[in-house]
């Protein structure tokens, strides 16, 4: 299902970030909001998932559908431990209980095996990444939508999640979409790059990535980027 977000508007106070603006997202494909600092990429994503209220305009194709979102800023429960983190998402306590070798592979995966039993306090900024990453994993939404997922991550983990992040999606085909400083981040991961300006939000240009040699990708956005 598409998400089609049609004459939206949204402010803070005197700061217009949306002003009547429009973009769909199609689904089976994988979405990434490229743009500078400040833009509004956050906003649109909180828009998305229901944590902002829109002025005006509508988004549909978002209604019952179940959202797992990796937050900008990390958001661990600090009174659970790294697998308690997970395992908070996947079942309810008494309810279905998690599938324990699912959870065990996601650890491994992101190389948390020896700190499940750790508190968020114990860990650094790119082990919390992971464990954000990890839960967002574990809880197998429709609509996975990931803040600037690898920030603070080693360029070797950060390449092995992107490519853990790429076979989730050809399993279970969630409507992707991620945000990113990292112009080499969004033509690894993504089919479809936006590249905003704003605020107001506006779309600068959308570049297909998928079928095309990923160096002219990014020349082409780095062309973008400098047009004033
Ligand atoms: N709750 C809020 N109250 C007031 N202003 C806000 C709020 N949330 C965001 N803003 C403002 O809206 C603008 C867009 O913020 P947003 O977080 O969406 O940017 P962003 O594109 O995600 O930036 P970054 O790349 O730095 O994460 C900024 O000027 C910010 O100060
Ligand atoms: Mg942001």
Redesign the pocket.
């Known amino acids: 299902m598409n998400i089609k977000i049609t004459n939206l508007s949204k402010g803070?106070g005197k700061?217009t970030?949306f002003d009547d603006f429009s973009l769909t997202l199609e689904s089976g494909s994988r979405h990434c909001l490229f743009?500078p600092?400040?833009?509004?990429?956050?906003?649109l994503l909180n828009l998305l998932a229901g944590l902002e209220t829109k002025e005006s305009g509508t988004i549909e194709g978002i209604d019952q559908r179940k959202i797992a979102y990796v937050f900008?800023e990390e958001r661990l429960i600090p009174w659970l431990t790294v697998r308690e983190n997970i395992e908070f998402v996947v079942g309810e306590k008494g309810k279905s209980a998690p599938d324990v070798a699912h959870l065990e592979a996601i650890l491994e995966l992101v190389e948390l095996t020896s700190f499940q039993n750790h508190y968020p306090s114990e860990l650094s900024g790119g082990m919390k990444q992971r464990v954000s990453l990890a839960r967002a994993f574990a809880y197998n939404g429709e609509i996975l939508v990931l803040d600037?997922p690898f920030k603070g991550l080693h360029h070797d983990l950060k390449l092995k999640l992107m490519d853990y992040v790429l076979k989730y999606w050809e399993m279970e085909r969630p409507h992707l979409i991620f945000t990113t400083?990292d112009v080499e981040e969004a033509v690894y991961l993504s089919s479809d790059i936006y590249v905003l300006e704003g605020?107001p939000v506006s779309i600068k240009a959308h570049t297909q990535v998928s079928g095309r040699e990923k160096s002219a990708v990014i020349e082409e956005i780095l062309t973008t980027m400098r047009r004033v």
Not at 37 to 43: A, D, N, P, V, W
């Open positions: 803070f700061l970030i743009g600092s400040g833009c509004g990429k956050t906003t900008q600037e400083h605020p």
